[in-house]
């Protein structure tokens, strides 16, 4: 599967942004799809994780309440919202894919996509 996240920007805090992450190419098994971030200088760090139904997602203690992550599997797309950002939630955001939603939200993934940047201004 290929990923490519995309819908960042540049935007003052307390405003919203949606990112998309679009996944193309053959797979024949359901697989759990993620969002990682990383700041300038630090490592990288989890951010939200879907299982293949929807039915099951995972956030960040940084982000719960704030974002909210979804698919639509008939468009082979995922997305974050992103509500009440702050200047902290700047980063470039990527969108991951593996088949155990678990091992997928310590970082052990089968699929990595393109960045998108992300940017916060106080």
């Known amino acids: 599967v290929q990923l490519q996240a995309s819908g960042g920007g540049l935007v003052q805090a307390g405003a919203s942004l949606r990112l998309s992450c679009a996944a193309s190419g053959r797979t024949f098994n359901p697989y759990a799809m993620a969002w990682f971030r990383q700041a300038p200088g630090k490592e990288r760090e989890f951010v939200a994780a879907?299982?293949?139904?929807?039915?099951?997602?995972n956030y960040a203690d940084s982000v719960k309440g704030r974002f909210t992550i979804s698919r639509e599997n008939a468009k082979n797309t995922m997305y974050l919202q992103m509500n009440s950002l702050e200047p902290e939630d700047t980063a470039v955001y990527y969108c991951?894919?593996?088949?155990?939603?678990?091992?997928?939200?310590?970082?052990?993934?089968?699929?990595w996509g393109k960045g998108t940047q992300v940017t916060v201004s106080s």
């Open positions: 991951a894919a593996g088949g155990d939603l678990n091992r997928l939200r310590r970082g052990i993934y089968d699929s």
């Open positions: 879907i299982s293949w139904s929807g039915s099951v997602t």
